[in-house]
């Protein structure tokens, strides 16, 4: 049961849920946690590795924009990221800006875009946009710079998503605040798809670690808990459907928290 444990808590970053099911989700965050509640809104692309300098070249001539929109108050954070395991998706890049308010995350899109235009390499790549809301979060302020982003994503059961977040903030989140404390972790938060435009019953784990020597101390703390705490993996595997369980790790390029 240890070895199953880190596939099952191992997290950009709202249930993805069905409207005519928000409800018991909305309750079910209330209920779990005290932080204000954050939007991230995820661009995911998809570009041939000839062009991948041009893309990590707009990353990184972006930034002084995006330092400006998390020092005026616009964005709580961004980050911007190549994936490190690639899968048959065919994306490659990633990035994201996160702010309290869907109209603060609006307003940071058209200041990028009036800064500086997009890429000619976006002009003809995959491209899927996520937008997704977090109550369950936590970050060390004031921090920048470059890391490892570790986004598992889950399917919850049928009828089971307070009982997973619940859980969530019970069992896991423990977890992830003493690694923030220790700093293996830089930022964490449990999300969701404000806009549903995943399958109904996705959840997202998404955490921030400094570099790859952080992954390893942070599976050792994994299995640490495991064995100290035998009862969660069970209680989360009847929760979860581990046979829809996909991770994916990016190198991040450049990130900034307020």
Not at 28 to 52: C, D, K, L, S
Not at 103 to 123: Q, V
Not at 173 to 188: N, S
């Amino acid at each position: 049961m240890i070895r199953q444990i880190p596939q099952t808590i191992a997290l950009l970053c709202a249930a993805l849920l069905i409207a005519g099911a928000a409800w018991p989700l909305a309750r079910a965050q209330a209920q779990a946690g005290g932080e204000q509640p954050v939007y991230t809104y995820v661009a995911m692309w998809g570009v041939p590795r000839a062009q991948w300098t041009q893309v990590e070249k707009y990353y990184k001539d972006a930034e002084p924009a995006l330092k400006k929109l998390v020092a005026d108050g616009t964005l709580v954070g961004w980050g911007n990221g190549r994936l490190w395991v690639h899968d048959d998706s065919g994306y490659t890049h990633a990035s994201w800006t996160t702010a309290t308010s869907f109209a603060d995350i609006s307003r940071a899109g058209a200041a990028i875009h009036a800064a500086l235009p997009l890429p000619a390499a976006f002009n003809t790549a995959k491209h899927a946009d996520e937008f997704l809301r977090s109550t369950i979060h936590a970050g060390k302020p004031g921090i920048s710079g470059s890391g490892m982003l570790w986004v598992a994503n889950y399917h919850v059961r049928p009828g089971q998503m307070e009982e997973f977040t619940r859980l969530f903030e019970a069992e896991i989140k423990p977890l992830f605040d003493e690694q923030l404390a220790a700093g293996t972790v830089l930022f964490y938060g449990l999300n969701f798809q404000a806009i549903h435009t995943g399958a109904p019953g996705g959840a997202t784990i998404a955490y921030l670690m400094p570099d790859a020597a952080a992954i390893d101390k942070f599976q050792a703390a994994l299995a640490e808990y495991g064995a100290n705490h035998p009862d969660t993996g069970p209680a989360l595997e009847a929760v979860l459907d581990l046979a829809a369980h996909r991770d994916y790790v990016y190198e991040v390029i450049n990130f900034a928290q307020k």
